[in-house]
């Protein structure tokens, strides 16, 4: 049981080149969330989706994409990668039931030069 | 408004010593739940503990408990007998039931550093 993981660990893109980051759960979790962390600072949520085929905004979504064609796939895109967007990703997952925490992966450290 | 608030960016604690973190919320959702994570310098985020609000008991896992005080929106985390291990940032963490897709909102963090 690997919970959730998350691909790449780390890249190094140039501006105006696109990626896109990749999270796995196996624990058959409904809800799946990107979040942002900058240094010193909390995790922002970029989107989430609350189930296969879904997908919502969060308090940070412009300049990512996502999709989530299946269940245990959530994935995070960058189309046009900017400076600003230097920051440590985090995936997370959970039930659907209010009172579930949520299962984080190990983060993507992710430099825009 | 923030809906979370760390106001101790860090602080030191002795070893074998109780260290409280403090969280204040805010919410006119009746109906939520508090939670902290520790992430340590490896950079993971850790569950450590969950409340609701409606959980009449404050809510306790091993060395860590929260100080909940509803009426006064504070969310306090008391870690006892501090160990080097929980040298890292804590993060408290809130969600509201009425938030589409069981979003969470982050406080800013508190580092804590534990010396021997």
């Known amino acids: 049981n690997a919970g959730v993981t998350q691909t790449p660990k780390f890249r190094v893109l140039k501006t105006g080149q696109s990626m896109t980051l990749l999270c796995a759960q196996d624990m058959n979790h409904e809800y799946m969330y990107w979040y942002r962390q900058d240094p010193g600072m909390g995790l922002r949520l970029i989107h989430y989706?609350?189930?296969?085929?879904?997908?919502a905004k969060g308090e940070v979504p412009d300049g990512y994409n996502v999709s989530r064609l299946k269940k245990q796939n959530f994935l995070l895109g960058l189309e046009s990668a900017a400076p600003s967007q230097t920051s440590v990703y985090f995936c997370a997952s959970s039930y659907s039931f209010t009172g579930d925490t949520q299962y984080f992966g190990p983060g993507t450290r992710l430099t825009v030069l | 408004a923030q809906k979370i608030t760390q106001t101790q960016p860090g602080m030191f604690v002795q070893e074998k010593e109780a260290v409280t973190l403090d969280c204040t919320y805010d919410t006119s959702d009746p109906s939520y739940g508090l939670f902290w994570y520790k992430q340590p310098s490896s950079g993971e985020m850790i569950f450590l503990i969950y409340q609701g609000s409606y959980d009449q008991q404050n809510a306790t896992e091993g060395r860590y408990s929260l100080n909940f005080q509803k009426a006064r929106k504070s969310a306090n985390l008391v870690i006892s007998a501090s160990q080097l291990g929980d040298s890292a940032m804590y993060f408290c963490?809130?969600?509201?039931?009425?938030?589409?897709?069981?979003?969470?909102?982050f406080g800013g963090g508190t580092r804590v550093l534990v010396k021997p």
């Open positions: 963490a809130m969600r509201e039931f009425n938030a589409a897709g069981n979003k969470l909102t």
């Open positions: 989706s609350v189930g296969e085929g879904t997908t």
